[in-house]
């Protein structure tokens, strides 16, 4: 039996419309302008000769007739994963491609990775780095990707920091991402020690400046706060627009630096950095794995996801303790 059915993609558009009440944020889960959305409603409604939506001044609601094929369309588009899935199932191979922040890449992701890899030996991975992982990168704190294809071998993954609010995509929160003040042990042995939160002021502040959104990242101010402290330029010392380069600087002694405490464990076990004082800040937002529902399924994709968790898991029993 043959059937005349209009395009997927509009299918899609008007699935994420219809959720979303909102060709914007459609727009945002099919990493996809407003107005590609709009064209692929229109044709929609073109084909199907009838309209699907109301568009009111600041708002868009269904009309009866998108009322009732909303459902099937969301059935219809579900089964069509689920059947391309179970086939991929028998299927090895493809790249699971990968996007991080750049810092979380380099300084947690990458040295847990032998155990996945000796665990997994199958898996090819690749390691994207990417500010676009941060949520205040964009305009909108929608996740980024390349345009999965269930028609595609390689599945794509994204650990983004940010707010957790994706919909549309499966979301597993990893931890929280508190600032600790951190420096070289040389620091400790030299002819101003660091012993209570107040010598700070004899030390040199770095600060890191690569997240845009000033609530997202780590404030000298803010800690001082914290830990009554006062008499002290919380703005004073050298500014860097990569958090890389503020690892660097602390290592090798420059001054102080507020650090993720997840991304400087490493350092901290290994002694190259040290922590004076157990005075953290608080951020709102965390790390979260955030992937299409579609590849959620696939055996690569479940692989990552088992293990990451669990590193995750991991960190934050470390972190909260017995």
Sequence with gaps: MSYRLPPLNALRAFDAAARHLSFKKAANELSVTPTAVSHQIKLLEEFLDLP?????????????????????????????????????????????????????????????????????????????????????????????????????????????????????????????SDYIAVCSPKLLQSATP????????????????????????????????LTGVTGVDSNAGPHFSDSGLVFVAAVDGLG??????????????????????DIAVEQHYAYYLVTPEAIAGRPAVKAFRRW???EARTEESIRVGP
């Design 52 to 176: 699907l939506f109301r568009r009111l001044p600041r708002a868009l609601e269904l009309t009866p007739q998108g009322l009732a094929m909303l459902p099937k369309v969301r059935e219809g588009l579900e089964c069509f994963a689920a059947a391309v899935e179970s086939a991929r199932d028998q299927v090895p191979g493809g790249r699971l491609v990968i996007v991080a922040p750049p810092s979380f890449a380099a300084r947690w992701l990458v040295p847990r990775l032998r155990g996945l890899t000796l665990a997994q030996p199958d898996l090819n991975l690749h390691i994207i780095r990417s500010r676009i992982a941060i949520d205040a990168e964009q305009s909108v704190a929608a996740p980024v990707f390349d345009n999965v294809d269930l028609r595609e071998e390689d599945s794509q993954v994204v650990i983004r920091y940010g707010s957790g609010s994706y919909p549309g995509f499966q979301v597993d929160r990893m931890f929280g």
């Design 194 to 225: 660091l012993r209570e939160p107040s010598d700070v002021q004899f030390q040199v502040l770095l600060h890191d400046d690569s997240i845009a959104d000033e609530r997202a990242r780590p404030s000298w101010q803010e800690w001082l706060r």
């Design 256 to 277: 102080m630096a507020l650090a993720s405490r997840p991304l400087v464990g490493v350092a901290l076990a290994e002694g190259r950095l040290v922590a004076p004082f």
């Design 308 to 310: 990451l968790l669990e």
